[in-house]
């Protein structure tokens, strides 16, 4: 099995509970080592370690969930996942990977301004592969999360939903008076179905929100969620990164001040809400599952806004991922990597030093 991605000859080992740890890991993917050799696979061009990782994950939704996303973003050329598709036609894995990478072009192409009659093409083969994964495994919740996503490319959301005309309420609102935004409610509502509190749709939801309406439009979802006494813990991070966005699109270019932002009673509320009801209700044994990303928006949140460093630092790991650090340095016009200020930041609560 491949070493992490890591750098550790000048960092000391951090004790977290019962668990001592002496990398710092630069990569999304966390201490799910089966998953870091499975993406090393694709990155050959072999498929076999996925195929074997997702066929032992089995119906652990949300673990499923979270390893195809982060899969299909690590693999690098997406044609190994048809390959795979052309060899094994009925696998319901090789499907849902096929889906994802055709999720991900579709939007690629529309964020690179390509003439929107070929981003229609690609939404509609990405929609018809999303079709293909449902109907192998009607139970999980991936190709409902591929359709969400797709909903975020400017066509009416409805066309995502193959459900949409058999829909009893109107499509795009909820009876909830506390929430008056309009969204693809139905595709949320089956993600939901098949995995109660999905981290991804969620997210996927928030994402819909910020492209459709804005970083203060997905603020409010994210807040109605937390409000609403969410399945999942981890759903606690989502006003964390709407708040990211909220804070780049105020103070974008080094306008405003940071401090301004980030040392507010709202972000204290909602940072230490994350802390207390997801992160400190986790074993420590347990804690390199949790997600990095969102690990690492807690720790900006709680030291931005005025928590111990040291504390959170020692009680999260060494570990970092370019965001939200990388959004929030552009923001303020800095022009040196991310990893310079995150390990400053470290190095000065540990006080260990930083390489030079």
Not at 67 to 84: D, I, M, N, P, T
Not at 94 to 113: D, F, I
Not at 279 to 304: C, E, R, T, Y
Not at 306 to 321: K, L
């Amino acid at each position: 099995m491949p070493r992490p991605l890591s750098t550790n000859a000048h960092l000391p080992a951090v004790q977290r509970g019962t668990e001592t740890t002496t990398d710092l890991i630069v990569s999304p993917v966390g201490a799910d080592t089966d998953l870091r050799a499975a993406i090393e696979d694709l990155k050959l061009g072999r498929y076999r370690a996925a195929r074997d990782l997702l066929a032992r994950t089995g119906p652990n939704w949300a673990l499923r969930t979270r390893r195809s996303q982060l899969l299909a973003a690590g693999a690098g050329e997406g044609g190994v996942f048809k390959a795979w598709l052309e060899e094994e036609s009925g696998s319901a894995d090789a499907a849902m990977m096929w889906a994802r990478v055709l999720t991900r072009a579709a939007l690629a192409a529309h964020r690179s301004g390509t003439n929107r009659d070929l981003v229609a093409r690609a939404a509609g083969l990405a929609r018809q592969a999303c079709m293909r994964a449902m109907a192998l495994r009607p139970e999980c919740p991936v190709a409902w999360v591929c359709l969400l996503q797709l909903a975020q490319l400017p066509f009416d959301p409805y066309h995502f939903d193959p459900k949409w005309r058999s829909r009893v309420l109107p499509w795009d609102r909820l009876r909830d008076p506390t929430m008056p935004l309009r969204g693809p409610w139905p595709l949320l509502e089956e993600i939901n179905r098949c995995d109660p509190g999905n981290r991804e749709g969620h997210h996927r939801m928030r994402e819909f929100f910020l492209h459709r309406g804005g970083p203060t439009a997905a603020m409010n979802y994210a807040a109605w969620v937390v409000a609403s006494q969410p399945t999942s813990g981890e759903l606690d991070l989502l006003p964390l990164y709407a708040m990211r966005d909220v804070y780049a699109a105020r103070h974008g270019n080094g306008h405003g001040s940071a401090l301004q932002f980030w040392q507010t009673a709202q972000v204290a509320h909602y940072a230490c809400q994350a802390r207390d009801r997801w992160f400190a209700s986790v074993p420590p044994v347990h804690h390199g599952w949790l997600s990095v990303l969102d690990l690492n928006h807690l720790a900006h949140a709680l030291v931005a806004c005025g928590e111990d460093a040291r504390a959170v630092f020692e009680a999260m790991g060494p570990y970092a991922t370019p965001e939200p650090w990388q959004t929030i340095n552009r923001s303020l016009g800095r022009s040196y990597d991310w990893t310079t200020e995150f390990l400053r930041i470290r190095s000065a609560a540990l006080g260990t030093h930083s390489p030079g």
